[in-house]
């Protein structure tokens, strides 16, 4: 296992088109998240699954963000109708159980909506 | 207030220098903390959690004062690599099990 992986790595995209990201977490974690950071600032947190559940949504995510994991491995996290301020990097991050784990971060997927 | 706050520096060192960066936490329930480490244009890597004894790794040593809400990271002999933003990372409980956030970072110049 290589970690978590992220794909794609960079996505140019036109205002209102709609995108998709996967996230491979580490096999042996049960907990994946998806964050969002832009420049200059920390990662904001997106949502999270246990396994295939979906435990918690952030305000952040307005209804134009959908993220997926069915069958308790990879993840994606799709936007639709893109507009300019939701170009930032996207990123996954995996853990196991407890709240004392650190996560595991992939490479990002960086989205920029022209 | 912010949840979790840090100075976002940039703090200028020269090699071999010690720095420290400290972190503040809102809320009193929160259990878990941790040092991440950013480098430009790529993604967090964990440095360190930080428990309530205090804890070592080399170079780095991480505090905790539960009392006065804050967390920090002391680095020795600092070297050029070192140039990094430092999240400070805190979970805390919520409705859903904990909730982690993360500060914005503290920026990390070690200059030759």
């Known amino acids: 296992d290589t970690g978590v992986s992220q794909d794609p790595r960079h996505k140019i995209t036109k205002r209102g088109q709609n995108v998709t990201f996967r996230c491979d977490p580490i096999s042996e974690h049960n907990r994946l998240y998806w964050y969002r950071q832009t420049l200059g600032q920390g990662p904001e947190f997106l949502t999270y699954?246990?396994?295939?559940?979906?435990?918690?949504k952030s305000r952040l995510l307005s209804d134009r963000f959908s993220a997926e994991r069915p069958k308790g491995s990879f993840s994606t996290l799709e936007i639709q109708r893109t507009e300019q301020g939701d170009s930032a990097m996207y990123l996954c991050?995996?853990?196991?159980?407890?709240?004392?784990?650190?996560?595991?971060f992939g490479s990002g997927t960086r989205l920029t909506v022209v | 207030r912010k949840e979790v706050e840090q100075d976002p520096g940039p703090f200028n060192v020269p090699e071999g220098a010690t720095v420290a960066f400290n972190c503040t936490y809102s809320n009193s329930a929160s259990q878990s903390f941790f040092w991440y480490r950013q480098d430009c244009r790529k993604e967090p890597k964990l440095l360190m959690s930080v428990y309530s004894s205090g804890n070592e790794d080399g170079r780095f040593t991480a505090q905790l004062n539960r009392a006065s809400q804050y967390i920090s990271l002391l680095i020795r002999d600092s070297k050029l690599s070192d140039s990094a933003t430092y999240l400070c990372?805190?979970?805390?409980?919520?409705?859903?099990?904990?909730?982690?956030?993360f500060g914005a970072g503290t920026r990390l110049f070690v200059k030759a």
């Open positions: 990372v805190v979970k805390e409980p919520n409705t859903g099990g904990f909730k982690t956030i």
């Open positions: 699954f246990q396994n295939e559940a979906q435990l918690e």
């Open positions: 991050a995996s853990s196991s159980l407890g709240q004392g784990a650190g996560y595991t």
